[in-house]
């Protein structure tokens, strides 16, 4: 599924990313209950990521003027199916292009004291923007522990994403929910 707007400056830009979400969200399998083991790939070893699609009505700057009072957190990067671990340095991850990766993390809504719901996790460069959907719903209940916010234990996420098609460049990791606005996670994803 391919963002194409008939007027990339018309005001549709939100039922365009809402209407890509529902039908993502559909398709979307997230794994474990709070479990940090991996889910276990099918018989035949296949693997099954939603695809980074493009977002040709959203800016960097659009999803940096939205900024919510949230907080939000890529962890982890693992490779699929391979279990790859990629550790961050410097809040940025270095990978290969063309990846299927599981995207680890939390991301709560600190106004609130609840997790985030579900989400579209954007990876935006300077020249595009990219993104694919995600539902907060595993537990982490050292979040809720932190925030003091019971309504935070299933704040934790996983999106399984193809990264195929993505091109080479540093892409900032935000987590954009349902209900508007946009949650840094203050971390890059690097595709070299």
Known sequence: MVFTPSNPNSSSRGSVLASVLVTTCAVLVLAGCGKKESPSPSAAGAVQASRAVLDATTSRQQIEAGALEAACSLEVVIELPSEKRYDASSAVYTIPRD??????????NKTAGTELGSFVTLLASVSAVYGVAGQTQLERPDV?????????????????????????????????????????????????
């Open 144 to 192: 809720a522990a932190f925030f003091k916010a019971p309504g935070m234990v299933k704040a934790g996420y996983q999106v399984d994403v193809d990264l195929k098609g993505v091109p080479p460049g540093d892409y900032a990791v935000y987590l954009k929910p349902t209900k508007g606005g946009t949650c840094p996670t203050h971390h890059t994803v690097r595709i070299q």
């Open 99 to 108: 990846l299927t990766v599981k995207l680890i993390g939390f991301g709560t």
